[in-house]
T-cell receptor
């Protein structure tokens, strides 16, 4: 069964800490995405990647960076965590465009609390 | 930009039928997805429409009208486990890499 795995389900960090959220997929998907999900705001795209070492900013990249050194792994980095980054973070992957049914497969999410 | 609208909340009773609407405005429409998300869990794929018409899959059906920028998800014989958030998402032909643009989700509560 296809799978997207996020390393932590729940995480509590202190303000100012550098935080790493890891995402691994085993489907050989080209595209990977990081979203945050907040009540009333829905899913907002932070960053995405279409290939190893490639990255593109989404709609809300400020305060975040990403790393994709291997095809299967996409990391989200909070350079200096702040309380307004408390949220549910969802990773997703998909096949490259041009193939049928290239919808997303999501990970289970990481609920991050910054105190 | 993309503009995707769906109702924030809906309620229904067990055994009933509910229709969740989604309207969208986008340039170069290239498909619409519906996802289901239970509280605290990841969204899971329900349906994909790229051509006009109705796609039926068990108790769930999804309809698309490209000319009207409109889709709906129809849930029949509602069960308690159908209580979840339902996300409408569109893919734009011009968007990078098949990126999905999501609505804010419709929280459906099914009462006994």
């Amino acid at each position: 069964d296809v799978k997207v795995t996020q390393s932590s389900r729940y995480l509590v960090k202190r303000t100012g800490e550098k935080v790493f959220l890891e995402c691994v997929q085993d489907m050989d998907h080209e595209n990977m995405f990081w979203y945050r999900q907040d009540p009333g705001l829905g899913l907002r795209l932070i960053y995405f990647s279409y290939d190893v070492k490639m990255k593109e900013k989404g709609d809300i990249p400020e305060g975040y960076s990403v790393s994709r050194e291997k095809k299967e792994r996409f990391s989200l980095i909070l350079e200096s965590a702040s309380t307004n980054q408390t949220s549910m973070y969802l990773c997703a992957s998909s096949r490259a465009r041009g193939l049928a049914n290239y919808g997303y497969t999501f990970g289970s999410g990481t609920r991050l609390t910054v105190v | 930009g993309q503009n995707i609208d769906q109702p924030t909340e809906m309620t229904a009773t067990e055994g009933a039928i509910v229709q969740i609407n989604c309207t969208y405005q986008t340039s170069g429409f290239n498909g619409l997805f519906w996802y289901q998300q239970h509280a605290g869990e990841a969204p899971t794929f329900l349906s994909y429409n790229v051509l006009d018409g109705l796609e039926e899959k068990g108790r769930f059906s999804s309809f698309l009208s490209r000319s009207k920028g409109y889709s709906y998800l129809l849930l029949k014989e509602l069960q308690m486990k159908d209580s979840a958030s339902y996300l409408c998402a569109v893919v734009n032909r011009g968007s990078t890499l098949g990126r999905l643009y999501f609505g804010r989700g419709t929280q459906l509560t099914v009462w006994p």
